[in-house]
């Protein structure tokens, strides 16, 4: 089974502009979340998304949306980037949205000049 | 407000040695303490999880020690082994409420041959 594939893995942006980021989940999940990773503030929880419904949102500005489609896809979307923004944007997937293992992608390593 | 401390930040150990890495939380609610390793490049990838049911779990060389009262739990590598360097995130989240996990800082650790 394939894992979980993320796509751009590498992007550079500038300061100001938006920017998608895909993610694809194992084939038969349906929950997905999104985890910021930097070296100053770790792994932070973005969101969650299960059968296309935001379950749960992390504490981060209203620029960083999601959504996911019925195929159990999902995009971020971060709009008026700033210099912070640059980090390792990681997507996880599970079967169901509680009890259930998460399983990580390579994630997209975003830099924003 | 950090809700898992995890220490120590690295650690080396030598080859066939044994890595022992700590964690505190402070949310009584969490149910669910998840460790995962991380190799640069790739995402985090889950070791092993425990359940606060339980005071210890072991896999292979993996050991999850839990304390309820102390709010505590490590993570202790046996035999540790140089192919087992990468980083360490201790995790925890409240099963019922979805995917969302919250993370420790995270351990470097280096296993010297």
């Known amino acids: 089974k394939a894992g979980v594939t993320q796509t751009p893995r590498y992007l550079i942006k500038t300061r100001g502009q938006q920017v998608t980021l895909s993610c694809s989940p194992i084939?038969?999940?349906?929950?997905v979340s999104w985890y910021q990773q930097t070296p100053g503030q770790g792994l932070q929880f973005l969101f969650e998304y299960f059968s296309e419904t935001q379950r749960n949102k992390g504490n981060f500005p209203g620029r960083f949306s999601g959504r996911q489609f019925s195929n159990s896809r999902s995009e971020m979307n971060v709009s008026t980037l700033e210099l912070g923004d640059s980090a390792l944007y990681l997507c996880a997937s599970s079967v169901l949205s509680i009890q259930e293992t998460q399983y990580f992608g390579p994630g997209t390593r975003l830099l924003v000049l | 407000q950090q809700q898992v401390k995890q220490s120590p930040q690295s650690l080396i150990v030598q080859k066939g040695g044994i890595s022992i890495i700590n964690c505190a939380y402070e949310n009584t609610a969490f149910d669910y303490f998840p460790w995962y390793q991380q190799f640069p490049g790739k995402g985090p990838a889950l070791l092993i999880a425990?359940?606060?049911?339980?005071s210890e779990k072991k896999e292979g060389r993996f050991t999850i020690s839990f304390n309820k009262s102390a709010k505590q739990f490590s993570l202790h590598i046996m035999d540790s082994q140089p192919g087992d360097s990468a980083t360490y995130f201790c995790?925890?989240?409240?099963?019922?409420?979805?995917?969302?996990?919250?993370f420790g800082e995270g351990t470097q650790l280096t296993v010297n041959p």
């Open positions: 995790a925890a989240k409240v099963e019922t409420s979805g995917s969302r996990l919250t």
């Open positions: 084939s038969g999940h349906r929950s």
């Open positions: 425990i359940r606060p049911d339980v």
